[in-house]
């Protein structure tokens, strides 16, 4: 059974940084296509970034790019990051990793990455404020 923990969220001012961190255990990394997701106050969750299996590809929401990377150790650590600089109010929310096999990654078809995951984390707190 696969499980993730997220670390690394806080309270953070406007214009800060912030580095969250997702560790995969149970099965081995590589085999999946991992993703960040976030739910802010009163919101739907919604899709951040995504990286696929090899660390090749990467997507992200239209309000994130530029700001925020999705980058994943394979070699060391088998954690899954996400850097996210220049943090703004709406950026606000529990941020939550996603793991996606290979198999139900192939049915995502024109979705992406914002396709169904198989696996979650519990969720870190990501406050920005003024």
């Known amino acids: 059974q696969v499980q993730l923990v997220e670390s690394g969220g806080g309270l953070v001012q406007v214009g800060g940084s912030l580095r969250l961190s997702c560790a995969l255990s149970g099965r081995s990394f590589s085999d999946y296509v991992m993703a960040w997701f976030r739910q802010g106050p009163g919101k739907e969750r919604e899709f951040v970034a995504g990286?696929?299996?090899?660390?090749?590809?990467?997507?992200y929401e239209d309000a994130v790019k530029g700001r925020f990377t999705i980058s994943r150790d394979m070699a060391k650590t088998n954690t899954l990051a996400l850097q996210m600089n220049d943090l703004k109010l709406e950026d606000t929310a529990v941020y939550y990793c996603a793991a996606a096999s290979r198999t139900t990654a192939l049915r995502w078809g024109g979705l992406g990455f914002r396709g169904e995951y198989d696996y979650w984390g519990q969720g870190t707190q990501v406050t920005v404020s003024s």
């Open positions: 990286i696929s299996s090899g660390g090749k590809r990467t997507n």
